[in-house]
């Protein structure tokens, strides 16, 4: 379940980017899950065509997929087809990582590149015509030339994954057993996911998305009216045994799609595998050097196309030979040796960053992006509680079990009187897991025998008249609780960012709209300020979202 302040987060970004209204059926699918359009319609209090009209916004910007689900009939009635919406979470947050996207781009391509994916993600969904129709009229070109120059940067941007055909319009989502929730809702990824506790909102997507080969395919063959006007001449190819829909809400009798018009979207996926791999580089050169960063880098670039096709834990494995013909290509590695690329593997090997002997090489994923996650947690408590608390977290956090509290004491150096304050200051705030348990030893009565009777009750406390008792204390961090409850704080510190830049511009409405030769003296001192001050607060926003991608998209 996305935690609440994940849900009012999310509901912010709607609610800036289309109105009240969309925001209001986005935050009734984040809560309830998957639901009907009457279902919306009777939960939200809003007029049919309301609800039509924010669902297709929704759509459009691919923040709610369709889907049909087969219920059988009754009293031998034909089975009945419901439509059903999904609210994609995670797409609502990529609207705030935007700038990230176009910066990957105008990076690796030229500016009509990121030209063209400006327009992608402005509008969520477009076809090559519209493509074209906004390269003409920006371009004051012939028509031909215009339209050959925009295929061309399409199909760059589709062979590099970062623009993708739409999936399917309403796919049929197979029926489940009667036992599971049908409106189960999506589980953060940082929680450990396996096939039977997949989400309604993930079998959605994967029965959505086309095979490869129809995912990244460009329409090659166009041509063109008496008016000048750019046709699809070649017929879109069809998923066998799919059949696609003409309209997005068919059964709703609303929004209109024709079955030969192929629309295009940014892939988001693509996109995070790319960030995904910066924040290993950066987290690999803080805590090594250039040298091993390099050499990830180039470990991370050779095996791109193989972790598009297949999602492992760790990357393909590489011989020595064939990183350092990668780390060659670069650059910086053109300086290093082959023994200097060897001890940087040996240096990578140590967390390990990198698991392999002589003959070959694969990155571990999962244990870069844990180690960073760990630091960022570490950092919070340090900033937060003190070097103390600092110091007792990071022996819990690396101890992975269960400590009592004087043996944390010893072992941190922190004062016996003041380790159980901070111990309760961080269990009470749901960084650490405790667990409490008394122990009461009962002497019998008959003397001949000296056999003790030893009870202990786990999270209670138990009184025992004429006993003994020593009650103990243990103390653990839960990481699975530990970075969902993380992930929660910063969905809420984001949200409180987001708010208070608002309302700073909100309380300055009236000097932002003045012309710049009429902000003078004091005006332009308040302008000068807020402008300063908005600058911090947004840079924040982006560097809080780094942190929110290492807990829940990475």
């Known amino acids: 379940m996305v935690a609440e302040y994940g849900v009012k987060y999310a509901v912010h970004i709607i609610t800036n980017h289309f109105g009240d209204l969309v925001a209001k059926v986005c935050d ?17 209090e809003l007029s049919d065509e309301q609800v039509k009209n924010a669902l297709l916004v929704l759509i459009q910007q691919n923040c709610v997929q369709a889907f049909s689900t087969e219920q059988p009939g009754t009293f031998g009635d034909a089975p009945k087809v419901n439509t059903q919406y999904a609210v994609l979470f995670d797409n609502i947050l990529h609207r705030l990582r935007f700038a990230k996207f176009l910066t990957i781009v105008s990076q690796e391509f030229d500016k009509q590149c990121g030209e063209l994916l400006q327009g992608l993600l402005e509008h969520g969904r477009l076809t090559l015509k519209q493509m074209f129709d906004r390269a003409k009229a920006s371009q004051q070109e012939g028509n031909l030339v215009v339209l050959d120059s925009v295929r061309e940067i399409l199909l760059k941007l589709v062979t590099a994954h970062y623009v993708e055909r739409c999936p399917a319009p309403e796919p049929l989502l197979m029926p489940t057993n009667e036992e599971e929730n049908p409106a189960r809702k999506r589980g953060p990824k940082s929680a450990k996911k396996n096939e039977e506790s997949e989400t309604i909102e993930q079998q959605v997507i994967a029965a959505a998305v086309p095979m490869e080969a129809m995912r990244f395919s460009v329409v090659t063959e166009m041509e063109f009216d008496d008016g000048g006007e750019g046709k699809e001449k070649s017929k879109n190819r069809m998923i066998p045994g799919e059949k696609r829909k003409h309209h997005f809400l068919e059964s709703d009798d609303c929004g209109a799609g024709d079955e030969q018009t192929v629309l295009y979207r940014a892939n988001f996926e693509e996109f995070i595998r790319h960030l995904r791999h910066k924040a290993c580089i950066d987290n690999v050169r803080e805590r090594l050097d250039d040298g091993a960063a390099s050499v990830l880098s180039a470990m991370l670039e050779a095996t791109r196309s193989a972790e598009k096709k297949v999602k492992t834990k760790n990357s393909v494995p590489l011989s020595l030979s064939s990183i350092y013909e990668e780390v060659i290509k670069s650059e910086a590695g053109r300086n290093m040796t082959l023994d200097h690329v060897r001890a940087s593997l040996v240096q990578l090997g140590q967390p390990p960053f990198v698991k392999g002997s002589s003959d070959s ?83 019998p009565e008959n003397n001949f025998t000296s056999m003790y009777f030893v009870k202990i009750w786990l999270l209670k406390k138990l009184v025992v008249a004429g006993a003994r008792q020593s009650q103990f204390l243990l103390w653990k961090v839960n990481k699975h609780i530990l970075w969902e409850h993380v992930l929660d704080e910063m969905f809420h510190a984001a949200l409180n960012l987001s708010l208070r830049v608002a309302c700073e511009l909100d309380q300055e409405k009236e000097l932002l709209n003045l012309p710049a030769d009429k902000r003078t003296g004091a005006l332009q001192d308040r302008y000068n300020r807020l402008r300063k001050v908005r600058i911090l607060m947004e840079s924040s926003q982006m560097k809080l979202d780094d942190s929110i991608m290492l807990f829940h998209d990475f």
């Open 28 to 44: 009734c699918l984040l809560r309830r899950g998957p639901l009907t359009r009457q279902n919306i319609k009777r939960y939200t």
């Open 361 to 443: 090489y694969s990155i571990e994923f999962e244990k870069i992006i844990e180690i960073a996650q760990n630091d960022e947690v570490e950092s919070i408590v340090l900033k937060r509680y003190g070097r103390d608390a600092y110091r007792i977290f990071r022996l819990l956090s690396k101890a992975g079990r269960l400590l009592e509290t004087d043996k944390i004491s010893d072992t941190t150096f922190v004062e016996k009187k003041d380790a159980p304050k901070v111990l309760y200051k961080l269990w009470k705030d749901g960084y650490l897991h405790m667990e409490s348990f008394v122990i009461s030893v009962l002497v």
